[in-house]
């Protein structure tokens, strides 16, 4: 899927169309009683560099161990 639609090469909203497809697709994951967490994962070819996400994380917060949870059963769906 992700060779048919790739990442436009843009320096901002570059994923805008990425999860349009996805959520049309039906691969999307909605938690709906956390509606402000997005899980990113950094691979190294990550449109942005390390830095960005090391500032990301340095501002976010720990989950309660319950929504942990959730984010675990999701993931592994």
Not at 62 to 77: A, D, G
């Given at each position: 899927?992700?060779?048919?639609?790739?990442?436009?090469?843009?320096?901002?909203?570059?994923?805008?169309?990425?999860?349009?497809?996805?959520?049309k697709q039906g691969e999307l994951s909605i938690?709906?009683?956390?509606?402000?967490?997005?899980?990113?994962?950094?691979?190294?070819?990550?449109?942005?560099?390390?830095?960005?996400?090391?500032r990301l994380i340095s501002r976010c917060r720990?989950?309660?161990?319950?929504?942990?949870?959730?984010?675990?059963?999701?993931?592994?769906?």
């Open positions: 899927m992700m060779l048919r639609n790739p990442y436009l090469s843009l320096s901002k909203g570059e994923n805008t169309s990425v999860i349009d497809i996805l959520y938690i709906y009683d956390m509606p402000t967490l997005y899980v990113y994962t950094y691979h190294g070819s990550n449109t942005w560099d390390q830095g960005h996400f090391e720990e989950l309660y161990p319950r929504n942990t949870e959730k984010v675990k059963q999701v993931i592994s769906t």
